[in-house]
């Protein structure tokens, strides 16, 4: 397995606002899947696109435990600003933004958590269904089948899971995704990182966690995702400072299945009167 360099992951900086947004992608994504948000998010703030250590751009950069040294790339990468940004993480990047605000505090101004795992089991039958495909890929890698062959099957499994409407996925999107799968050790990687992600994720005591923060939080999901089903809002509290929204008609990614209806609810949240800006030492 590759290790971590002590080097920054990849990110790509948009907008010039006063206040930062981070935006941390789901696993096996990369951060230019935000693509369909980021303008929209950039006319009003400064945001940063982070590849998370062991995806796209930052490939083969990771460490154990997983989510632990993402807080601290993170919290290395935010601690010039002196300012606490507001952060929008998708499924792993959920997790990885709760794990944050978690651990600090004084860092995070608010939180979108999108399609998180974790609050609540994922269905039996779909989790058999994943462990199908995944064997698939397995045999698929061990056979002579050319690497473009990997790739485009690549990209079919993640359209398929991350979408409520597959077909719909345009050309750039799709390309974008798998131009970091492009070989069979790009892909043998994507599994390990997987296992890894799966184990720390049912470590984490996420509903605890959840109940823990005392920052204004929004818990998002897409009404028709099949990867952390949308029933799990059910068991939320709201709360002054926490809100809940299911997108209708989307998937796992409603960034890029639905970007205006998510922007309809991230936006509000974020401008809720614009929260006066602390500073931290």
Request: with cysteine; net charge neutral; proline share 7%.
């Amino acid at each position: 397995m590759r290790t971590a360099d002590s080097g920054r992951p990849h990110v790509v900086t948009a907008g010039t606002g006063e206040r930062t947004v981070v935006l941390l992608h789901g696993y096996s994504d990369h951060g230019g899947t935000w693509q369909k948000v980021l303008p929209t998010l950039a006319e009003r703030y400064t945001v940063l696109v982070v590849d998370l250590p062991g995806f796209g751009h930052s490939a083969g950069t990771w460490r154990e435990p997983l989510v632990e040294s993402y807080v601290d790339t993170l919290g290395d990468l935010v601690a010039d600003r002196g300012t606490p940004v507001s952060v929008i993480g998708n499924s792993l990047g959920a997790v990885t933004a709760l794990a944050w605000a978690t651990a600090r505090p004084d860092q995070v101004a608010d939180v979108v958590l999108s399609d998180m795992p974790g609050v609540a089991p994922i269905p039996r039958t779909w989790t058999r269904g994943v462990r199908f495909r995944v064997e698939r890929l397995t045999q698929l890698l061990s056979t002579p089948v050319p690497d473009r062959y990997v790739q485009q099957m690549i990209g079919a499994l993640y359209a398929t899971a991350a979408l409520r409407h597959p077909l719909r996925a345009d050309a750039a999107v799709r390309a974008g995704y798998t131009q970091h799968y492009a070989t069979r050790r790009q892909v043998s990687d994507l599994l390990a990182l997987g296992r890894i992600v799966i184990r720390e994720i049912a470590e984490l005591p996420i509903p605890e966690m959840i109940d823990a923060l005392d920052i204004p939080t929004l818990l998002l999901w897409g009404a028709n995702d099949l990867l952390t089903p949308a029933r799990a809002a059910r068991r939320i509290t709201v709360t002054e400072t926490r809100r809940v929204a299911v997108v209708p008609d989307c998937g796992h990614c409603p960034h890029l299945d639905c970007p205006s209806e998510f922007l309809a609810e991230v936006l509000p949240f974020l401008a809720r009167g614009d929260h006066p800006i602390r500073r931290y030492s």
